[in-house]
């Protein structure tokens, strides 16, 4: 599962994305290219989990990530970055809200809401050029001979047409059971889940203005937004220490880093959660997809555990750390055993017991 960093030239992406990911990014010489890699998912609970039991060893989740070349006229006429879009599950979409005098802007002016409206409208047209061209296909075809399954698509590409014409995203066209795998396997960028990252100034941190001025957008396309100063988290990784850290951001005024913030959206978008195994050995974070049923996510442990599942037993992260302990979560009657039709919540603890 992945999630594509975009933006326009000068927004902060690729500042962000090193801040993320941990790693530097070489000057390419060549035709620009998408550019791999994977951030920790900085989930709080499971600092506390690790607190309490002392591993040995401590393993976060992981998040793949993929910077994808700038949004700008040479990459969208060559149509190379649509191909790179298509290949994540969801999308972050960097956007420049900072005043720099030294750091030029494509457009001239900085214009969050403007850059907002000018990539959603890019990656709308699109689409629009993809079904349009889908439905000629399907059209000329029909002509020949006639075939249910193409008749199927050919009405459902119609409607994607009008919603697109709308200036909509297709992700807020509801598809039937039916439909859903008639496209599944289309370059349609709009039905990717949208994150928004305004990129501000360090002064400008703690400001909500831009989020409320992109609330009724973000409602309306289903978009997720944020604000993050990305030079101030690449100051904040330097730092050695986690007292370091949380020092910094108490002289910021802010109470959490803000690619804690990121990660959960990331995961958010891609209909993700977390559960946790505990023990003095390790500590460990793994990601299951949203709604899955026990055995799923013993599989993502080893694939063993699912083929072998007997049961799970099932800890509360929360009511784990409010009681402090097993021993005490035991007594409270807080500790039970769940089979394979349980469906995991996030947070949930689990201690998986399969045979094979």
């Not at 990911?21 to 506390?48: C, H, M, W, Y």
Request: aromatic share 4%; with cysteine.
């Amino acid at each position: 599962m992945k999630i594509g960093i975009i933006g326009l030239p000068q927004s902060g992406k690729k500042t962000l994305f090193q801040t993320l990911t941990g790693s530097p990014l070489r000057e390419q010489s060549g035709p620009a290219k998408a550019v791999p890699g994977n951030a920790e998912i900085l989930d709080p609970r499971f600092e506390q989990l690790v607190a309490m039991y002392q591993p040995l060893k401590a393993v976060r989740a992981r998040v793949e990530l993929m910077l994808l070349p700038r949004i700008e006229a040479e990459n969208i006429s060559k149509g190379d970055i649509f191909q790179d879009i298509a290949d994540v599950d969801g999308l972050c979409h960097v956007v420049r809200a900072f005043n720099d005098d030294a750091i030029y802007h494509a457009a001239g002016s900085v214009d969050p809401l403007r850059d907002v409206a000018t990539v959603n409208a890019e990656l709308i047209i699109h689409d629009q050029i993809f079904v349009e061209k889908r439905i000629e296909r399907l059209t000329a075809g029909l002509k020949k001979i006639k075939d249910d399954k193409q008749q199927q698509e050919l009405e459902l590409m119609q409607r994607m047409q009008t919603h697109l014409e709308a200036e909509l995203p297709l992700r807020l066209l509801p598809l039937s059971d039916e439909e859903e795998p008639l496209v599944r396997s289309y370059p349609l960028i709009t039905r990717k889940e949208m994150i928004l990252v305004f990129n501000l100034g360090e002064n400008e941190l703690g400001q909500s203005r831009l989020q409320e001025e992109v609330a009724d957008l973000c409602r309306r396309d289903r978009m997720a937004a944020m604000v993050v100063s990305a030079q101030v988290e690449s100051e904040i990784a330097l730092l050695e220490s986690e007292e370091e850290r949380r020092e910094f951001l108490a002289d910021l005024g802010i109470s959490e880093a803000a690619l804690g913030t990121l990660t959960r959206l990331c995961l958010e978008a891609l209909g993700l959660i977390s559960f946790f195994t505990v023990g003095k050995d390790e500590v460990r974070q793994w990601l299951v997809r949203r709604h899955s049923p026990a055995p799923v996510a013993a599989g993502v442990i080893h694939s063993d555990l699912q083929r072998g599942f007997i049961r799970a037993e099932l800890m509360r992260c929360d009511e784990l750390l409010a009681c402090g302990s097993e021993a005490e979560l035991k007594k409270a009657g807080k500790i039970s055993l769940q089979g394979k039709e349980y469906i995991v919540e996030d947070g949930d603890i689990l201690n998986i017991r399969f045979k094979v």
